[in-house]
């Protein structure tokens, strides 16, 4: 590691943390209201919001015992790599908002729980740093750093990002194709949050590009003759479209995955295009309201595509069962947003750590007590009812 980076303080856990619930108690208690809306909140009503953790906590379990479980692991293998446990932290922007060491503390809790991390374009911490913290063990106990990529505007501003992200030794892109804009978001509108200047995100620093993604109550006042003239002539005319993923594919090596699939139609156009493999994801309830739950997306996205084909999932992923049923509805692994958040704000580094262990630990028991020695043996099967709508051959048997 360089010598210009920090290292995270080493806070005590507060007593009584012992489930995300927990951490979330101590989140509120710890961050204002205006950082709490912007972290925890959602868009609009909240219901897409809401709707993400219920889906997964009302999927029923269908176990099997007295199953060898012998040699059992967590690995995974994605996109040439393998992973130690099918989780990775979800790009999350703006983390020093939520504690002074941001994604110096997250990076660290990566580190130690062997968690890939996707680092978002607009985080508080450059790039470099982040691959150095992740690297400080050497190479070989290094987990994956992904960079998020916000279209910059323009394919020019685009590629010098693209290219600082493969300098810095980023192994994916994840291009964000779900929030051209941001979303209603009331609550922040209700508490006042700004981001406060000197959070301004690190990546985009030195390109000079105009505001990425401004809160739709950030837009100037449309006239009422032309009610549509803010957002759908000046914005939206800049947001990236398809031949702008193929043009991102054609000028990069790196595996690019697109993130905010909700579309069965999308996902097999993304996988026409040559995308390494797709994101579903509804921003955490946080761009458009009343889409369904992450959870309620995934089969059909999944019987839409191979089924090799790598499709991640997130939202509302909370307990280390959540992570089993994302992986029984044919997920090949998940990304974990605001519980690092929680982590954080509660402490630091020790706190993000805290949550990807308790979360480790219940896949783990989750998967024990439902018979699966390995990542591989989760299915459908372990679904009550199973999950018909993409039940292959070698499941039907159970
Ligand atoms: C405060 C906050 C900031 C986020 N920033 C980004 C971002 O910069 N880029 C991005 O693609 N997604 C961003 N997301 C979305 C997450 O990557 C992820 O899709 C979502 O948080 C998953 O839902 P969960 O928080 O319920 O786990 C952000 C989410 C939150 C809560
Ligand atoms: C800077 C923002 C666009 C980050 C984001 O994706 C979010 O707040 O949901």
Redesign the pocket.
């Known amino acids: 590691m360089t010598a210009s980076i920090p290292l995270p303080r080493i806070e005590a856990l507060p007593p009584g943390l012992v489930a995300p619930a927990d951490f979330e108690r101590q989140a509120l208690a710890t961050l204002d209201p205006a950082t709490s809306a912007?972290f925890l909140g959602g868009a609009a009503d909240q219901h897409t919001l809401r709707a993400n953790s219920r889906a997964w906590s009302e999927l029923q379990l269908r176990p099997r015992v007295l199953r060898s479980l012998a040699g059992g692991h967590t690995r995974i293998q994605l996109s040439g790599r393998t992973l130690d446990w099918p989780v990775l932290l979800a790009p999350i922007?703006?983390q020093r908002l939520a504690h002074p060491d941001g994604e110096i503390a997250t990076a660290h809790a990566a580190l130690a729980c062997a968690t890939g991390m996707v680092l978002?374009t607009?985080s508080s911490v450059a790039v470099e740093d982040i691959h150095a913290i992740l690297h400080s063990e050497g190479a070989d106990n290094a987990p994956p750093l992904w960079f998020q990529l916000?279209w910059q505007h323009s394919r020019s501003r685009t590629l010098a990002l693209v290219r600082r992200a493969e300098a810095a030794g980023c192994e994916a892109l994840v291009l964000?194709v779900d929030?051209p804009v941001?979303g209603v978001r009331d609550l922040e509108r209700r508490t006042g949050f700004r981001v406060p200047t000197e959070f301004s995100a690190h990546q985009t620093d030195g390109l000079q590009a105009s505001p990425?993604?401004p809160h739709l109550h950030a837009l100037p006042a449309a006239p009422a003759d032309h009610p549509s003239i803010g957002l759908c002539q000046g914005l939206a005319a800049q947001a990236p479209d398809w031949d702008d993923v193929q043009w991102l594919l054609q000028h990069t090596q790196l595996p690019v995955w697109l993130k905010g699939i909700t579309h069965p139609e999308d996902a097999q156009l993304a996988r026409e295009l040559g995308a390494t493999g797709l994101i579903v994801s509804n921003?955490?309830g946080?761009t458009l309201d009343t889409l369904p739950a992450s959870a309620t997306l995934l089969p059909a996205i999944r019987s839409a595509v191979d089924p090799d084909y790598p499709i991640l999932v997130d939202g509302g992923i909370r307990r280390g069962t959540d992570i089993f049923k994302a992986l029984a509805l044919g997920a090949n692994a998940v990304l974990i947003g605001r519980p690092q958040i929680l982590g954080l704000a509660a402490a630091g580094a020790v706190g993000v750590t805290s949550v990807l262990r308790l979360l480790r630990d219940e896949f783990e028991a989750c998967m024990t007590l439902c018979g699966c020695a390995s990542v591989v043996d989760i299915g459908p099967r372990h679904l009550f009812p199973p999950a018909k709508s993409f039940l292959i051959d070698n499941d039907s048997h159970l």
């Open positions: 912007y922007a703006h978002s607009q916000y964000t929030a941001q990425a993604f921003h955490g946080r």
